[in-house]
């Protein structure tokens, strides 16, 4: 018989790792920045998911609250709130996802990057933990700036001698959804068949979605090209705009992590043939890390797909982007190396 029994008491975590839940194998996924605007939202696509058996939702405070909220939804998996940096361990362990929307966001007139100072160091003091209680954990960065966040993240888990390159992603999903909503407005298809691939970084024109390659195919012009390129890189600052001070985008990019995670758990569960966007580590281009497709498989990355056929337009923005991404790694990895 299958028992569920859902816990928000967050220093009495039970491992019940034994119930029975038919044949989908028994992840544990961990959000950091749970009580967060993104967290939030997250939260609850998470617990929807038959995949995962165990939620595990930490932030600074604010947690029980989601945990007792989101528990009551009558879905495979328990869900339990960690509080405070004594309760991050037990949040972590055993954990085969670890999503971190920890840090804060964007207001009007800020980039990505004017972000790094408070969130390198959230970023960082986060990975060390999970080096240490749950190194093999894939784990989902969408903390911005994500193009400085992965390197970070990778140099800890080096420090530590826990990096395994085809565990850490950047969540780059965001910038798909996004590509596909406007194609498909513009070409008039229906949105729900639109696939293409966006590559590169995650901040302005490091954001570089591929239309020459996407399905179904539409007689766009050039203009029509370059506006809808335009539209996808400046998305997040579309949204910040719109909120006016209020935050960045929650509700869409909660949206994105939520499938972005579920291709992971897909992969680790054998699940064939699992294609996404993310910002991995990367021999695509010379740079370290670069957003390209991805295989998902049993381990993480099983293969980074290349960047396929790039016509003229995507090939100059590709040389553009280089030098922006690249720095941003690298800011990345000097700080965790100084840090
Ligand atoms: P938010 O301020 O609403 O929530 C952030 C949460 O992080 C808060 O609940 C806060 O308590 C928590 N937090 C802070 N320090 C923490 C720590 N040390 N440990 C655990 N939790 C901690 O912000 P948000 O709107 O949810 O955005 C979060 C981050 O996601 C921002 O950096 C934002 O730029 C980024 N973001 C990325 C993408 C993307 O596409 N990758 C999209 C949207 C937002
Ligand atoms: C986004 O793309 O919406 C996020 O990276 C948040 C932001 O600051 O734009």
């Known amino acids: 018989s299958i028992v569920r029994r859902s816990s928000t008491a967050g220093a009495s975590y ?10 989908a194998p028994e992840r544990k996924v961990a959000v950091l920045g749970a009580a967060g605007g993104i967290g939030q939202p997250l939260s609850l696509p998470m617990k929807l998911n038959p995949l995962v058996s165990s939620l595990s939702l930490y932030d600074i405070a604010g947690t029980p609250g989601v945990a007792a909220d989101v528990s009551h939804i009558n879905t495979r998996s328990e869900v339990v709130g960690f509080a405070g940096e004594e309760q991050l361990g037990k949040a972590l362990e055993g954990a085969d996802i670890v999503i971190i929307p920890a840090g804060v966001p964007r207001k009007p007139g800020m980039t990505r990057d004017d972000l790094f100072n408070i969130n390198a ?24 700036p994500v193009n400085s966040t992965v390197p970070i993240a990778a140099e800890v888990f080096k420090k530590a001698g826990t990096y395994d390159e085809k565990k850490l992603f950047g ?18 298809v229906n949105v729900a068949e639109v696939n293409l691939p966006v590559v590169g970084g995650h901040a302005g024109i490091t954001i570089l979605p591929l239309f020459s390659q996407a399905t179904p195919k539409a007689n766009l012009s050039n203009e029509e090209i370059v506006a809808l390129t335009k539209r996808t890189q400046d998305g997040g600052t579309e949204v910040v705009e719109a909120k006016a001070g209020k935050g960045s985008a929650t509700l869409s990019m909660a949206y994105a992590g939520a499938i972005f995670a579920d291709a992971c758990l897909k992969g680790l569960n054998g699940v064939p043939d699992v294609v996404e966007c993310a910002f991995v580590q990367s021999n695509v281009t010379e740079l370290p890390f670069f957003a390209s497709k991805v295989r998902l498989g049993k381990n993480g990355v099983e293969e980074v797909l290349g960047l396929g056929p790039l016509n003229e337009y995507e090939k100059q923005g590709l040389e553009a982007l280089k030098p922006e991404l690249l720095s941003s790694i690298e800011k990345g990895i000097k700080f965790a190396k100084e840090n």
């Open 14 to 23: 039970v491992s019940r790792r034994g119930f029975a839940s038919g044949s």
């Open 171 to 188: 969540v780059t999903m965001l910038d798909v959804v996004r590509a596909k909503t406007f194609y498909a407005g513009k070409a008039k």
């Open 121 to 144: 160091g959230i970023v960082k003091s986060l990975c060390t933990a999970i080096a240490k209680y749950c190194p093999n954990a894939l784990v989902n960065m969408i903390s911005n």
